[in-house]
């Protein structure tokens, strides 16, 4: 069993900034990578950032240049720090984990509202 623990969502004026954390614990996890999707009621889920476990990062267009994401594999945590926020940003962020052998495991998600 995994399970994910997020942390750090909340409410900011565009422009502002968050860090979002996110801890998995398990048996014997062996993570392959880590990262966060967002989902916006009505509209399709999508995958903000990633990280592997040899650090390499991949953003989704919408949030480069203002999102990094960050792992730490001694604690099996991953971080988004969230600058230069916009209204748009506004969603449900799940963070997840893939574990050998492929299966992906989500968090409960966590508000980020952005709004002046």
């Known amino acids: 069993q995994v399970q994910l623990v997020e942390s750090g969502g909340g409410s900011v004026q565009p422009g502002g900034s968050l860090r979002l954390s996110c801890s998995a614990s398990g048996r014997a996890l062996i993570i392959t990578d880590m990262g966060w999707y967002r989902q916006v009621p009505g509209k399709q889920r999508e995958l903000c950032a990633r990280?592997?476990?040899?650090?390499?990062?991949s953003y989704a267009d919408s949030v480069k240049g203002r999102f990094t994401i960050s792992i730490e594999n001694a604690k099996n945590s991953v971080s988004l720090q969230m600058t230069s926020l916009k209204v748009e940003d506004t969603a449900v962020y799940y963070c997840?984990?893939?574990?050998?052998?492929?299966?992906?495991?989500r968090g409960q998600g966590t508000q980020v509202t952005v709004s002046s």
């Open positions: 990280v592997t476990s040899g650090g390499s990062t």
């Open positions: 997840y984990v893939n574990v050998i052998p492929g299966i992906e495991h």
